[in-house]
């Protein structure tokens, strides 16, 4: 019965820590269904949806400072990457639908649904009170992360070297435990697999924000269809750099074991 509250209970701390982008994903699912509002585009409801959910996460204390700064972060960098994916020499994917808040072919609501990440992360190392063992030096992991930032651009006209980062972090991190807390008793996990699992429910969300219209990948313009298993690297990847970013606002050397 101790097991079963545990796990019970970590599951819902896992949904408050994830809250903003579980707030996002109903948006997008309850818009596609039910959309009312025609002098308003969607994607720019969503938009405005997601700077109110901020803004009041932020009011009523429901996220610190810090958290909020993981975001305006985290939509940067997006943004940036998104502006070179869905340009018109690249295309590899797109907006279906029309928007007035935007940049070029990126509605600026998509920024947050990559700050959504890094805010689960940034909230559930509060939640859970995260510390880590055997964790590499932190120039190597930002290095490590400058790196798989470049890949996602580069890999475009040059050798993709994800297979090789995917080595080199493997190597790099395959020793590191991630210690948390559900109540008291202190509980640990390998730190890669913990990033898996994460990966494994973002591409989870990317399917069902494909299937309601979202975005879409180029072998999904006629059909929806599963987005390819292949994303999950790239979510993997992904979630590399948002850790990365995420431990540096925190100064996690204050919570490394030694």
């Known amino acids: 019965m101790k097991y079963l509250y545990e796990f019970w209970l970590f599951g819902l701390k896992q949904a408050s820590a994830c809250v903003f982008g579980g707030f996002l994903l109903f948006i997008m699912i309850g818009s596609h269904f039910w959309y009312p509002i025609t002098s308003l585009h ?7 949806s997601a700077v109110l959910f901020q803004i009041l996460l932020l009011v009523f204390r429901l996220e610190t400072t810090k958290e909020a700064l993981v975001i305006i972060l985290f939509h940067l960098v997006a943004t940036v990457m998104e502006l070179f994916k869905t340009s018109d020499s690249i295309q590899s994917w797109h907006y279906p639908e029309s928007y007035q808040f935007g940049i070029g072919n990126v509605p600026l609501f998509t920024g947050f649904m990559y700050s959504a990440v890094g805010s689960y992360i940034a909230r559930a190392w509060r939640i859970f009170e995260f510390q ?6 932190v120039k190597l992991t930002i290095i490590l992360s400058l790196a798989i930032y470049i890949n996602f651009f580069t890999h475009h006209f040059f050798y993709d070297l994800r297979w090789i980062l995917l080595l080199f972090i493997s190597f790099f991190f395959w020793k590191t435990d991630i210690h948390f807390k559900i109540i008291k008793t202190p509980r640990k996990m390998p730190l890669l697999l913990g990033w898996f699992l994460v990966a494994l429910f973002i591409w989870i969300a ?3 924000a494909t299937f309601v219209n979202i ?3 180029p072998d999904q313009n006629t059909s929806w269809q599963l987005v390819s298993y292949s994303k999950l690297i ?3 990847l992904l979630m590399i750099i948002s850790f990365v970013l995420v431990s540096l ?5 204050q919570n490394t074991r030694q």
């Open 234 to 236: 790239s979510w993997f």
């Open 132 to 137: 880590f063992s055997n964790y590499p030096p």
């Open 42 to 48: 969607r994607y720019d409801f969503i938009f405005l």
């Open 206 to 208: 990317e399917n069902i």
């Open 215 to 217: 975005w879409k990948y």
């Open 249 to 253: 606002i925190k100064s996690y050397q």
